[in-house]
């Protein structure tokens, strides 16, 4: 079992300073990895990550939500070509440097989004997209 990270990721990089094996990576390049992944072979489910990020955008594995329910205002971010995702997102991270997103969209109050199919992504990043080294 590992964390995951969902497209409710606005790359705020916060989660990054709390992790104590250093297994949260930014996706390169953004326009096709748009979250931060965590490398589930390095992941020690110590869920330091969870309360750091200020989108709520972590999830132990297994409780990643199918039926996630909006406040309204949430912004989530898809690779670029995803349908329906061409709002721009501005903003800062934990850091204050700045975040830009070409391929998001907002949430409206009570929509219910399934988080489920965002975990194959934390997977994918590091079996064979840019997060992979065969060094490892």
């Known amino acids: 079992m ?7 990721c606005l790359r ?24 931060y992944y965590i490398d589930p ?5 110590c ?3 969870i309360p750091e990020c200020p989108f709520e955008a972590i999830f132990v594995e297994d409780e990643t939500p199918a039926e996630f329910t909006a406040q309204g205002g949430e912004y989530v971010s898809m690779p ?6 061409d709002t721009v997102y501005d903003g ?6 700045p975040v830009h997103l070409e391929h998001t969209r907002v949430l409206e109050a009570g929509e219910t989004i399934d988080l489920t199919p965002d975990i194959q992504p934390n997977y ?4 064979d997209g840019p997060g992979y080294s065969a060094l490892d």
């Open 2 to 8: 590992t964390h995951v990270i969902t497209r409710l």
């Open 12 to 35: 705020d990089s916060g989660c990054v300073d709390v992790c104590p094996v250093e297994c949260i990576v930014p996706g390169k390049p953004v326009d096709q990895w748009p979250w």
């Open 41 to 45: 072979d390095t992941c020690i489910d």
């Open 47 to 49: 869920g330091a990550c």
């Open 80 to 85: 670029a070509g995803t349908p329906g995702f």
């Open 92 to 97: 800062e991270n934990h850091h204050g440097d």
């Open 124 to 127: 994918d990043y590091f079996e």
